[in-house]
């Protein structure tokens, strides 16, 4: 099936090249369970390890499953390659460290999951990698902080707590006068943006989240767009445009179009360098589950984003509630965005605060019967949790100032249950919260 289908509907299904196992014809794909592969004689071998031809050679670095996975991504995404990786951490991690080296900065947006946040700040600055942070809600802000110096924009498309849709193309055509590429965390709006469309270069993915859908494993995509010239400014890039070491000096920005007719060299030499060295590979048994999660990828972003529009029109109604937080509930500028980027759902994600403060968060939290309070976010099931107290209680007051983390801020991640029944759990723990009577969570 050709991947030239445009339809995120097929592309999850039939994406890529994979129509059955040529070894069995068995239609799932099968999870291959190999560390290692057997080389057809010994210029084989070699040829493989010099990149004179594409194989397998060892699952750190590429594994059949996780193959099939990739190109799913990567078309789902508009781009041209992917490589699949141990989480949504070791994604943010490696698209730094593929760009970026002691000495370098990478300037970011202020509007970023706990997790990024804590590494870019505490592990990539001890690294020597300094992260300049830039309030999106103006995207001259990152021109600012641009110097010779500067390897990436980063930003994530639609970042909780805030949920601002970031102004890609806006950031994008500053990073391309420069020759920055921009890298966009897309985790909370898979099909419902692409970011590659609006000129990010990279696009990265926790797909333990919506693309996963169950919960049930954790994983990691980088998915090269293919739009990016690595070698349009050599001192602008020296990792893609100065001989490595590690590879008989190779120079990945000629090297990679040159040998597989791709302009994908950020891809290739994540793989091949930075999966080789710092491992990190993900397990072909959960690439094998998110191939599950991402057949139904479509259908399940529409029906989280249908029911979360009504709990919106619901929660702005209710009297316990006194700021309902949604990508469309902000003023301009800000909510344009919301329509200029996102097409068929608004997102799943809404924030709320309520009358009574951090106690009502906590009652109403604990007084929840169907939803899950749980740190995670993406699954089929609603999910709520008080991020102050949990995913970002690692940040100091002025880091949760600036993600827009308030003390009474609740999250709820909409699922896809019967919206009257996601209502009904809403509505009792809501009338629950400001009278701050606990009830077992079932
Ligand atoms: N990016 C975003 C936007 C996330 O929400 C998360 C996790 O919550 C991550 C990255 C990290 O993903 P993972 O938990 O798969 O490491």
């Known amino acids: 099936m050709s991947t030239k289908r445009n339809n995120p509907e097929t592309i999850a299904i039939h994406g890529g090249d994979y129509k059955s196992d040529p070894a069995t014809n068995a239609v799932a794909v099968p999870i291959y369970r190999t560390t290692s592969y057997q080389f057809n004689n010994t210029e084989h071998a070699a040829n493989l390890f010099a990149l004179k031809e594409f194989g397998n050679i060892y699952t750190r670095i590429m594994n059949p499953t996780n193959d099939v996975l990739e190109k799913r991504v990567a078309a789902l995404e508009g781009g041209l390659s992917c490589v699949t990786v141990s989480s949504g951490q070791t994604a943010s991690s490696f698209a730094i460290l593929n760009v970026a080296q002691a000495g370098d900065n990478i300037v970011s947006s202020t509007d970023l999951y706990g997790g990024t946040v804590s590494l870019f700040t505490h592990t990539l600055s001890k690294l020597g990698i300094e992260i300049r942070y830039a309030d999106p809600s103006d995207p001259k802000n990152f021109e600012k902080m641009v110097d010779d110096k500067t390897r990436a924009f980063y930003g994530e498309t639609l970042p909780n707590p805030y949920l601002r849709v970031f102004p890609i193309k806006e950031v994008s055509d500053i990073g391309r006068k420069y020759n920055i590429p921009l890298i966009m965390d897309n985790t909370a709006s ?13 696009v990265i993915h926790s797909l333990t989240k919506y693309i996963g859908g169950h919960g049930t494993a954790v994983a990691g995509s980088i998915v090269d767009g293919g739009n990016f010239d690595w070698t349009a400014d050599p001192k602008r890039q020296p990792l893609f445009n100065e001989p490595d070491a ?31 060295d710092l491992g990190s590979a993900l397990a072909p048994d959960n690439a094998f589950a998110i191939i599950q999660g991402l057949e139904t990828v479509a259908l399940r972003m529409k029906q989280h984003c249908e029911n979360a529009e009504k709990v919106v029109n619901f929660l702005k109604k209710h009297k316990e509630v006194t700021k309902v937080i949604y990508s469309t509930e902000h003023n301009k500028p800000i909510a344009d965005r919301a329509k200029k980027y996102l097409k068929g759902g608004y997102g799943p994600m809404v924030g ?17 019967k169907m939803f899950y309070h749980v740190a995670n976010i993406g699954d089929v099931r609603s999910l709520a949790i008080h991020p102050a107290s949990t995913t970002h209680s690692q940040l100091n007051e002025k880091e949760l100032a600036a993600s827009g983390v308030t003390q009474s801020y609740v999250r709820l991640c909409i699922g896809i249950e019967h919206i009257d029944d996601i209502i009904e759990d809403l509505n009792q723990a809501l009338n629950k919260s400001s009278k701050g009577k606990l009830r077992a969570v079932s």
């Not at 898979?190 to 990279?202: D, R, Y």
């Not at 120079?251 to 950020?266: D, R």
């Not at 709320?352 to 929840?368: H, P, V, Y």
């Open 352 to 368: 709320i605060e309520l009358k009574g403060g951090i106690q009502s968060g906590k009652t109403f939290i604990e007084s929840l």
């Open 190 to 202: 898979p099909v419902i943006c692409k970011p590659i469309e609006h000129g990010a270069a990279i």
């Open 246 to 276: 590690s590879y008989g000096g190779v120079i990945w920005g000629k090297a990679v179009p040159e040998l597989t007719g791709a302009n994908v060299p950020f891809a290739v030499r994540a793989r091949v360098c930075l999966l080789r």
